[in-house]
């Protein structure tokens, strides 16, 4: 079985057809189903394909010593589980990081109100908690409440991050994110780039619209208002933005849609303006979003790293580095392109607002 590092996120599929079984097969045996009957063989199989392939595993990440947590549990605290894919990429990481050593994840979602939040590590605690991971749903700086300050075991914050850099922390980094994006455009030779925003109140929006800007200036390409228009992360929003897009004089070539729902809206847009991607327009997108795989063509993506982040979490509970009276810097994981159908060069025709679909 070979171990190489994984070029691109190995998913249970993956695993599954290296072991030859069904998915199905690969869940019950990496969740440690004990009711439903598998054969030795059969889930030593699984086991060595899914290590073989690294699967749970970000590229950046290995597994660490966990012996001291081993046959304990941990506790998960998010303010979301149900709005978007996030929470449950980070606990499905955290998972592939503990299953080996027997730990046991207790998860409690507390809507970021307080007296939830109280109530869940009371019982956390009461469990046995070894350590808690604390989790938002979109990355930005919190103020924890007095319940997490004085707790007696470790805490590791995913996706957020204090003033003080109190505990460990890790976020995606979201700046090189938007850089990379935008320098896949630029590569392939557009000049003229557009991005559709999220909304700017939020950090990751922010990063995201910073690292467009240092792509283009690191390309000596001007930096336009008019090509940057905001939306809130919704499809119907991505609709509308790149709709002012093309209404535009001099519209772009190619469109840095900042989630994958707006290139969704964005998509549509184009289709009915009569424009084809990515013959007429080239767009990325961002988050690797389960839809980035069904539009059509497939769209090339940014992966956002929740999985690896919840393993890089519970890997430093298990080194108990949640040391009390020093200062952790927030650790910045990289999003990865993952490259599919919807991004060319630019073709002649395009830049002066003239469709090249009836060609």
Request: overall charge neutral; charged content about 25%; hydrophobic content about 40%.
């Amino acid at each position: 079985m070979s171990t190489r590092k994984p070029s691109k996120r190995v998913t249970m599929m993956d695993v599954a057809k290296a072991a030859g079984c069904s998915q199905a097969t690969v869940s019950v045996v990496l969740n440690g189903v004990s009711d439903v009957k598998i054969s030795p063989e059969l889930r030593t199989r699984v086991i060595k394909a899914a290590r073989g392939l690294g699967y749970g595993v970000g590229s950046v990440i290995r597994h660490a010593a966990l012996d001291e947590l081993k046959g304990d549990c941990i506790g998960f605290i998010v303010d979301q589980l149900a709005t978007t894919p996030e929470a449950v990429n980070a606990i499905e990481g955290a998972r592939h990081e503990s299953w080996e050593n027997d730990i046991t994840i207790l998860v409690a979602q507390t809507q970021a109100r307080e007296e939830h939040e109280v109530r869940a590590v009371e019982r956390l605690l009461r469990a046995g908690a070894q350590g808690i991971v604390y989790m938002s749903i979109f990355t930005r700086r919190v103020s924890l409440a007095r319940v997490f300050e004085d707790l007696p075991i470790p805490l590791v914050l995913l996706n957020c991050y204090t003033r003080e850099n109190r505990y460990p922390s890790v976020v995606p980094d979201e700046v090189i994110g938007g850089r990379t994006a935008t320098r896949s455009l630029i590569k392939l030779g557009h000049r003229r780039i557009a991005t559709i925003t999220g909304e700017l109140f939020m950090e990751a929006a922010q990063d995201r619209l910073i690292g467009y800007r240092e792509a283009l200036a690191e390309a000596g390409i001007t930096y336009e208002d008019s090509l940057v228009v905001e939306g809130n992360w919704s499809p119907t929003s991505g609709f509308e933005a790149a709709q002012r897009l093309l209404s535009l004089e001099e519209r772009p070539t190619a469109i840095f849609c900042q989630n994958d729902k707006m290139a969704m809206g964005c998509f549509i847009a184009l289709a009915e303006a009569g424009l084809v991607i990515p013959r007429d327009m080239s767009v990325v997108g961002y988050d690797d979003d389960e839809l980035a795989r069904h539009l059509r063509p497939q769209l090339t993506t940014l992966e956002l790293p929740h999985r690896p982040m919840g393993a890089w979490a519970v890997q430093q509970l298990g080194k108990h580095s949640a040391t009390i009276g020093s200062r952790h810097t927030p650790y910045k994981m990289v999003c990865s392109v993952v490259e599919r159908s919807s991004l060319t060069g630019p073709t002649t025709g395009k830049l002066n607002g003239a469709s090249s679909s009836s060609d």
